[in-house]
């Protein structure tokens, strides 16, 4: 079916979650490229554009997976984003992109929680890929 | 210029108008206050008309008679007080009994002004309810700082204790569905992982204990003589396994009997946590050297490494907690973050002293721990 492999980009500054994320993606039968810090991840964009991306919210900052994801969206608005965070479970704070007012300043197209099933990240993916 | 809001209630006219008069271009000014204060007066000739009064407005201060047609000033203050109102009230009243300054001060007046008084007497009191109302309310407002900081500390506690559990989780999940292959020894890399994970959670627990510690008033610092170069000896034998997995050599440079009139828990927090930093953010084949000195009226503490170093922007930020230096070098070094915003508090709010680094990235660290003694 995948004839040319799709490449997903994974931002997280957190090795092992990097680590288990492109184990998930991979097995899901994408490329992937990896980066580690915000910095990392608008290196690689300068280079190439990938299918999609999945980035983590909190990283040097606080808000560097929200800084990443505008850049990223202003050099490829037709690249969807993911941005994937443990926020919600750790802290109580809800972000999401349901309504007009939210996507006007959130540029991501989609939220998950970290430790999100295979399947269910699987089901987002193709959403956004249209596969 | 900040202006309190004065509420005179009396029913004689003459006494509000000649307390307005007094206050006329009165202005209080402390030195540490970042602006005087000046008033803004209002009158009510009864008891109700000034409830009315601050019920609608806020009113900072209320000079207040008790002798009034209708309600008398005691219930006035009864009506503050049962409405938590931030307003300080003067009583002013003209045949002063014990009865009634009792009654008056239970029920939250700040002080007494006998009539009649003299302009100056009225001053000097307004002057006392101000600077106490200045210091009450700055009191207040960082109280509240303190919990806004506290919490923000907790949340990215929860965080820095959730990121480890989420990735040790996430490698059981991948073992439990044999994700990567039936052996045991596919999963031979998340396993070290875990461990490793589990490692750094212990060392911010452990961080965090000596925080708790140092922040609670419960336990009793114990200060007596502590011998510098005996804590420094047990910082390095305990860092001493890593530093030979490292082959990182290790030198001690410290006069004998150099005692400091200390807190010995204090000092080994101190101690270890510089040696094991210079430990740990070494190079392979490195070394770490703690020099001891006693110069006039104080004791220095020097703790060199030729580690990985940091950069400007690395070393201003080093003292935060939850700080972690994050780069390729120190991808797989374990810390919690907390380690040196402790060792800061300790040193300067604690003992006084200064704490300073200079750093050279891929040339090394060198902290400098100044105590007075």
């Known amino acids: 079916m995948k004839e040319d492999k799709k490449t997903i980009l994974i931002v997280d500054d957190d090795a092992d979650c990097l680590a288990q994320m492109e184990l998930q993606i991979r097995r899901l039968g994408f490329e992937v490229i990896t980066a580690d810090?915000?910095?990392?991840?608008?290196?690689?964009?300068m280079e190439k554009e990938p299918d999609l991306a999945i980035i983590d919210l909190m990283m040097e900052n606080k808000d560097s997976g929200f800084i990443l994801?505008?850049?990223?969206?202003?050099?490829?608005?037709?690249?969807?984003?993911?941005?994937?965070?443990?926020?919600?479970?750790?802290?109580?704070?809800?972000?999401?992109?349901?309504?007009?007012?939210?996507?006007?300043?959130?540029?991501?197209d989609t939220f998950i929680e970290k430790g999100i099933r295979p399947d269910q990240l699987e089901r987002e993916i193709n959403k956004l890929l249209k596969i | 210029?900040?202006?309190?809001?004065?509420?005179?209630?009396?029913?004689?006219?003459?006494?509000?108008?000649?307390?307005?008069?007094?206050?006329r271009n009165f202005r209080v000014s402390y030195p540490f206050m970042d602006e005087d204060f000046d008033f803004e007066l209002e009158e009510a000739d009864s008891g109700e008309k000034a409830i009315a009064i601050i019920e609608k407005e806020p009113v900072d201060i209320i000079l207040l008679d008790n002798k009034l047609p209708g309600m008398d000033g005691i219930e006035v203050l009864e009506h503050?007080?049962?409405?938590?109102?931030?307003?300080?009230?003067?009583?002013?009243?003209?045949?002063?009994?014990?009865?009634?300054?009792?009654?008056?001060?239970?029920?939250?007046?700040?002080?007494?002004?006998?009539?009649?008084?003299?302009?100056?007497?009225?001053?000097?009191?307004?002057?006392?309810?101000?600077?106490?109302?200045?210091l009450k309310r700055m009191t207040r407002s960082m109280n509240k700082e303190g919990k806004q900081v506290r919490f923000q500390f907790l949340s990215v506690l929860s965080h820095e204790l959730k990121s480890p559990i989420n990735a040790i989780e996430g490698y059981l999940k991948i073992m439990k569905e044999r994700q990567v292959g039936e052996s045991l020894s596919d999963y031979d890399t998340m396993i070290d992982r875990s461990l490793e994970r589990i490692k750094g959670m212990r060392t911010l627990i452990m961080d965090m204990m000596d925080l708790t510690r140092l922040e609670s008033t419960s336990k009793a610092r114990q200060v007596r003589k502590v011998d510098l170069g005996q804590v420094a000896r047990i910082a390095l034998d305990t860092m001493e396994p890593m530093a030979i997995q490292?082959?990182?050599?290790?030198?001690?440079?410290?006069?004998?009997?150099?005692?400091?009139?200390?807190?010995?828990?204090?000092?080994?927090?101190?101690?270890?946590?510089?040696?094991?930093?210079?430990?740990?953010?070494?190079r392979e084949n490195g070394e770490v050297s703690v020099t001891i000195r006693q110069t006039d009226n104080q004791v220095s503490i020097k703790v060199?490494?030729?580690?990985?170093?940091?950069?400007?922007?690395?070393?201003?930020?080093?003292?935060?907690?939850?700080?972690?230096?994050?780069?390729?070098?120190?991808?797989?070094?374990?810390?919690s973050g907390l380690g040196l915003s402790i060792v800061?508090?300790?040193?300067?709010?604690?003992?006084?002293?200064?704490?300073?680094?200079?750093?050279?990235?891929?040339g090394g660290t060198t902290f400098e721990v100044h105590l007075p003694n």
């Open chain 2, 304 to 335: 060199e490494d030729t580690g990985i170093g940091m950069n400007e922007e690395e070393v201003s930020r080093l003292f935060q907690e939850f700080m972690r230096i994050k780069n390729e070098k120190t991808r797989n070094i374990t810390g």
């Open chain 1, 69 to 108: 994801c505008y850049k990223m969206k202003q050099q490829y608005p037709g690249m969807p984003v993911i941005i994937a965070s443990a926020v919600t479970a750790e802290t109580g704070l809800r972000f999401g992109v349901e309504t007009e007012d939210e996507r006007r300043w959130i540029k991501a």
């Open chain 2, 246 to 282: 490292k082959n990182v050599k290790m030198f001690l440079d410290a006069p004998e009997n150099l005692v400091l009139q200390s807190d010995s828990d204090e000092i080994e927090i101190i101690m270890n946590n510089l040696v094991s930093n210079a430990v740990k953010y070494n």
């Open chain 2, 1 to 23: 210029m900040a202006t309190l809001k004065v509420l005179v209630v009396d029913d004689e006219p003459g006494i509000r108008s000649g307390i307005s008069r007094i206050m």
């Open chain 1, 37 to 45: 810090s915000q910095k990392k991840g608008e290196e690689v964009i």
């Open chain 2, 80 to 134: 503050i007080r049962s409405k938590q109102m931030d307003i300080y009230v003067m009583m002013i009243t003209s045949y002063a009994s014990l009865e009634l300054a009792v009654k008056a001060t239970t029920n939250g007046a700040y002080n007494f002004v006998p009539k009649p008084f003299t302009p100056e007497e009225l001053r000097s009191a307004v002057e006392n309810i101000t600077k106490h109302l200045f």
């Open chain 2, 344 to 362: 800061k508090k300790l040193v300067e709010d604690t003992y006084h002293g200064t704490i300073t680094v200079k750093s050279i990235p891929d």
